[in-house]
């Protein structure tokens, strides 16, 4: 399946931290208002429905997406527009993941657990999270083929090309990225932050490598002395943003989705389409036997050395 022609919100929002039912009613005003707007899906930040500080409330506000009552609203509303929202996905096994779901029909479509939940700096996400260890792209039928990530994956290139190989046209990453207030908020000689910076090159980049839509939707608000910067954005398969929500605050932005630009981008510069996945995985399984690095993945079972 193919990238669809469609328009998307992207809802930059803070949440009430640990309150699921505040946080899932704000969910639906905001989606009524993307539905108002035109838009056929609507995107918002990483642990959207529970706030990003957790700790350990993180149990306490887990849940399977596909039958929680506390998401039900969600899923009905879903009938009329897509909803990708983060929470925490509650394993049967009892672990918990910080994931992004994905509402269609009705139903829950999808979950992507994030698979590197980072434990530095500002961060302790491996305290408190397992993580994911699956990456595939999905069809929605207002869409079409995309994938999703959670925040830090989208630091680890192999996700972004893997997705890409996968078939996703549009590769959606919900964000709770942080800065220590007071600091990092703006650059030299204008009012957009550093970490925005970094992050649009990211964007661009893995647009134009890969011949795809980079969305990503960031979160806004303060946590725990944290502040979270917004941007987010709308970047197209040629590297250019097309939409960018506030710096700092509560935003509610649209986007058009066109396929014909991917084609377009694909045309002009073919390196996506001559990417020779058998080669790259013969390469990066030689690497893997040269380096053994069995003991770097936590995911991998015991005997994954054989």
Same mark, same amino acid.
């Given at each position: 399946? !193919?990238?669809?022609?469609?328009?998307? =919100?992207?809802?930059?929002?803070?949440?009430? @931290? *640990?309150?699921?039912?505040?946080? &899932? &009613?704000?969910?639906?005003?905001?989606?009524?208002? =993307?539905?108002?707007?035109?838009?056929?899906? &609507?995107?918002?930040?990483?642990?959207?429905?529970?706030?990003?500080?957790?700790?350990? @409330?993180?149990?306490? $506000?887990?849940?399977?997406? /596909?039958?929680?009552?506390?998401? =039900?609203?969600?899923?009905?509303?879903?009938?009329?527009?897509?909803?990708? #929202? %983060?929470?925490?996905?509650?394993?049967?096994?009892? /672990?918990?993941?910080?994931? =992004?779901?994905?509402?269609?029909? *009705?139903?829950?479509?999808?979950?992507?657990?994030?698979?590197?939940?980072?434990?530095?700096?500002?961060?302790?996400?491996?305290?408190?999270?397992?993580?994911?260890?699956?990456?595939?792209?999905?069809?929605?039928?207002?869409?079409?083929?995309?994938?999703?990530?959670? #925040?830090?994956? @989208?630091?680890?290139?192999?996700?972004?090309?893997?997705?890409?190989?996968? %078939?996703?046209?549009?590769? &959606?990453?919900?964000?709770?990225?942080?800065?220590?207030?007071?600091?990092?908020?703006?650059?030299?000689?204008?009012?957009?932050?550093? !970490?925005?910076?970094? !992050?649009?090159?990211?964007?661009?980049?893995?647009?134009?490598?890969?011949?795809?839509?980079?969305?990503?939707?960031?979160? $806004? %608000?303060?946590?725990?002395?944290?502040?979270?910067?917004?941007?987010?954005?709308?970047?197209?398969?040629?590297?250019?943003?097309?939409?960018?929500?506030?710096?700092?605050?509560?935003?509610?932005?649209?986007?058009?989705?066109?396929?014909?630009?991917?084609?377009? /981008?694909?045309?002009?510069?073919?390196?996506?389409?001559?990417?020779?996945?058998?080669?790259?995985?013969?390469?990066?399984?030689?690497?893997?036997?040269?380096?053994?690095?069995?003991?770097?993945?936590? !995911?991998?079972?015991?005997?994954?050395?054989?």
């Amino acid at each position: 399946m !193919n990238l669809k022609a469609s328009r998307i =919100a992207l809802v930059q929002n803070s949440s009430v @931290l *640990g309150d699921v039912p505040k946080n &899932v &009613v704000q969910h639906l005003l905001l989606a009524r208002k =993307a539905i108002d707007g035109g838009a056929q899906a &609507v995107i918002f930040p990483e642990l959207s429905l529970t706030g990003y500080s957790l700790r350990d @409330l993180n149990f306490d $506000v887990a849940l399977d997406a /596909a039958t929680s009552p506390h998401v =039900a609203w969600l899923r009905e509303l879903s009938s009329e527009i897509t909803i990708i #929202c %983060g929470g925490v996905d509650l394993d049967p096994s009892g /672990a918990v993941y910080n994931a =992004a779901f994905c509402f269609e029909d *009705g139903a829950l479509l999808k979950t992507h657990r994030k698979i590197y939940p980072p434990t530095y700096g500002l961060f302790e996400e491996m305290r408190y999270f397992s993580r994911g260890a699956k990456i595939e792209a999905l069809d929605s039928r207002r869409l079409g083929r995309m994938g999703m990530l959670v #925040c830090e994956d @989208l630091w680890h290139p192999a996700l972004p090309y893997l997705l890409a190989q996968d %078939g996703a046209q549009l590769i &959606v990453t919900i964000a709770a990225s942080p800065t220590r207030l007071g600091s990092g908020t703006a650059h030299s000689s204008s009012d957009v932050p550093d !970490n925005y910076i970094v !992050n649009r090159e990211h964007h661009a980049s893995y647009a134009r490598l890969l011949g795809a839509y980079i969305a990503f939707v960031n979160r $806004v %608000g303060v946590e725990d002395g944290v502040g979270f910067w917004g941007g987010s954005e709308l970047v197209s398969p040629s590297g250019e943003t097309i939409v960018r929500a506030k710096f700092f605050d509560d935003d509610l932005v649209f986007a058009d989705l066109d396929p014909n630009m991917i084609r377009q /981008a694909r045309q002009l510069s073919r390196h996506s389409l001559d990417e020779d996945l058998p080669l790259t995985k013969q390469l990066f399984d030689e690497i893997f036997k040269r380096n053994r690095g069995v003991e770097s993945s936590p !995911n991998l079972p015991e005997d994954a050395n054989s």
